[in-house]
């Protein structure tokens, strides 16, 4: 006879979890992958490997949940519960002692308050990624550092900056702003952390005390534990005061796969043909658009109609004069640098991306325009140069009136 397993799936805006259960809810097969968008592929490659370990003649309980579950349920007739629901089922059920629970994913953030007297009082922050997995990775992005070593940095603080976490527009413009003032990454890494943590409080707590015991799920807590260290600082909780479980980045695909009601059952074979046959989607030709150009304007002519401001450009080598006018941006990702000389022609430009290191960028650029003018052997004189984007404050002490360039920069 086929052997029934309950399956839960919990597929987030990232990160697809898989539990698979025994008769008694002992844990047969786990896993936690990031999907890339790819969220049947990866869901198929979940349900390939089980069967690899149990071979196909198996029965599934299937419940689904998370913000892309919601696909999955619908395209395959799968029972659904939403995701805050499957994991307060968890801690009512295996962790009684907890009162606060704080899951930090992908895209979105939850606090669920546990009361023993009345049904658990649940927040979530809605579809905005600021304070979550997302936001901290696009911060990790901007410093140039991968979200593995995030970590690391964080450690090694010693000094915390103000960053808006509410939004990701926000956050960027005040972490650009530390960059540019060539603040070190690891305070930057910790202060985006803090940021995170603050935004918990203002945005899901709102006026609630989080109340010990306190469990702290999720893939953020779970890869970086200094998000955990900052958690205990802004919320003033010692770690005797935290409740941890063995499946921080599971709770929900656990609490979908042990959830009793409405529940479906299938052969994994079935659920797999299900799926397949999800992504054999027809498309309705009567719905496309009429191409941007077609033979009436052919998109040479389009071209032809655009005026262009034409910049005179020469080489450095055969420029006449003396004087040049240096020019600086400093952008919130890129380095931009332009020589232009006395008649307004263009002598030489540079564009690069700062890495997470305005000063480094800048100082590749000059080294670059230095050799130029060297190879060229004239003796330019920077008569004037302006400074302007995100990092401009960290050249006003530099005195660039009058810079003679000949073999320095």
């Known amino acids: 006879m086929s052997k029934l397993y309950k399956l839960g799936l919990d597929v987030g805006s990232t ?12 844990f047969v097969y786990a896993n936690y992958v990031r999907h890339n968008a790819h969220v049947i592929a990866t869901v198929l490659r979940l349900l390939d490997e089980i069967v690899q370990k149990l071979g196909n003649n198996i029965i599934l309980s299937v419940k689904v949940t998370g913000s892309a579950g919601m696909g999955i349920s619908e395209k395959a007739e799968i029972a659904f519960i939403q995701e805050v629901v499957a994991a307060s089922e968890v801690v009512q059920r295996k962790y009684s002692e907890v009162r606060t629970l704080i899951d930090i994913g992908g895209e979105d953030s939850k606090m669920i308050f546990f009361f023993p007297d009345r049904p658990p009082d649940i927040r979530m922050n809605g579809s905005c990624a600021g304070g979550t997995g997302a936001f901290i990775d696009q911060m990790a992005t901007l410093l140039n550092t991968p979200v593995q070593q995030f970590d690391l940095l964080a450690q090694n603080h010693n000094q915390i900056y103000p960053i808006a976490s509410r939004c990701g527009v926000f956050a960027k413009t005040d972490v650009q702003n530390l960059i540019s003032r060539n603040v070190s990454k690891e305070n930057i890494a910790y202060s985006v952390l803090h940021a995170v943590c603050i935004q918990l409080v203002n945005t899901l707590a709102r006026g609630y005390d989080v109340v010990p015991k306190v469990m702290l799920i999720g893939g953020p807590f779970s890869f970086i534990p200094t998000l955990g260290k900052a958690a ?4 003033k909780l010692t770690e005797d005061q935290i409740v941890k479980t063995e499946h921080p980045t599971l709770l929900s695909a656990w609490g ?8 479906t059952e299938l052969s994994i074979t079935d659920f797999i043909a299900k799926l397949n046959a999800s992504t054999k989607i027809t498309t309705n030709q009567s719905f496309r658009l009429n191409p941007l150009f077609n033979k009436l304007l052919p998109f040479d002519d389009w071209k032809k109609q655009r005026k262009y401001i034409e910049i005179p450009k020469i080489k450095l080598a055969d420029y006449q004069k003396q004087n040049a006018f240096l020019g600086i941006d400093s952008g919130s990702t890129t380095t931009k640098i332009t020589l232009i000389g006395e008649d307004d022609e263009l002598l030489f430009t540079y564009y690069a991306p700062n890495n997470g290191h305005s000063i480094g960028a800048l100082s590749k650029g000059l080294t670059q325009l230095k050799q130029e003018i060297a190879s060229s052997s004239k003796n330019i004189v920077i008569a004037r140069t302006g400074v302007t984007g995100y990092g401009e404050e960290l050249y006003y002490g530099i005195d660039w009136d009058l810079l003679h360039i000949t073999n320095s920069v």
Not at 15 to 26: G, I, P, S
């Open 256 to 263: 979908a796969a042990i959830h009793l009601l409405d529940r």
């Open 15 to 26: 990160t697809a979890k898989c539990v698979l259960l025994d008769e008694h809810d002992n």
């Open 232 to 235: 205990l600082e802004t919320l």
